[in-house]
């Protein structure tokens, strides 16, 4: 399997390139500067600027782009069509390190996490670039993607367990009542989802058994 991965250097990026060298894949990391990474092969180039050639060959791409600019959050949105241009009407899958807050939270899918009363005003402003981000993504029939969002409790420095819940569009939480998981976790399931997902233009979630 040929994957890629965008903004490869960041942390979600760098231990999705990691785990995915682990499994003996064909990886290349598409960065902005020097490769950071462990993939042997690299892209050098700005997201922004990729194009359909960038992205030829690949079966899967995965998109890890974040910012935590709130004057920069718009380009979740812009940086995901620039994606879907280049991939659309291919084979090639496209997977998304996504938001845990347009998760929703009742069974009518009408109330999602980031609108609640208990969600952290603070990350109210990303979780609402991100859901909008998935909005735009449910329009395009023409790429074949997969929105995978973390628990609420996304820990960049947690441990590696090995282990998590695969979910859906709601909200869950583990046998603790906990919504966590680790960087290192969700990178197992991001990969996972690449060589043998098939959830094609479905939002997954997952969380820490």
């Not at 040929?2 to 499994?23: D, F, H, P, Q, Y």
């Not at 282990?163 to 998981?181: C, D, H, P, R, W």
């Amino acid at each position: 399997m040929k994957l890629a991965v965008v903004c490869a250097n960041g942390k979600a990026g760098s231990l999705i390139t990691e785990e995915a060298v682990n499994r003996g894949l064909d990886v290349t990391a598409i960065v902005r500067g020097s490769n950071k990474t462990k993939a042997p092969h690299a892209v050098i180039k700005d997201i922004t600027e990729l194009k359909a050639d960038d992205l030829k060959g690949f079966d899967v791409v995965i998109d890890a782009f974040g910012v935590f600019d709130p004057e920069k959050f718009y380009l979740h949105s812009e940086t995901l069509k620039t994606l879907c241009d280049a991939l659309s009407g291919t084979d090639t899958r496209l997977l998304i390190v996504g938001g845990a807050g347009s998760l929703y939270v009742n069974p009518e899918h009408t109330q999602q996490l980031f609108k609640t009363p208990e969600f952290p005003e603070d990350y109210r402003p990303l979780a609402a670039a991100q859901a909008k981000e998935l909005d735009e993504l449910r329009k395009r029939s023409d790429v074949k993607w997969t929105f995978v969002s973390p628990a609420a409790d996304f820990q960049p420095d947690g441990e590696r367990t090995g282990k998590y819940i695969l979910a859906g569009e709601e909200f869950t939480v583990n046998s603790k009542g906990e919504s966590v998981i680790s960087y290192a976790d969700y990178a197992i399931a991001m990969i996972d989802e690449a060589v043998k997902g098939n959830h094609i233009q479905q939002r997954i979630s997952v969380v820490k058994e």
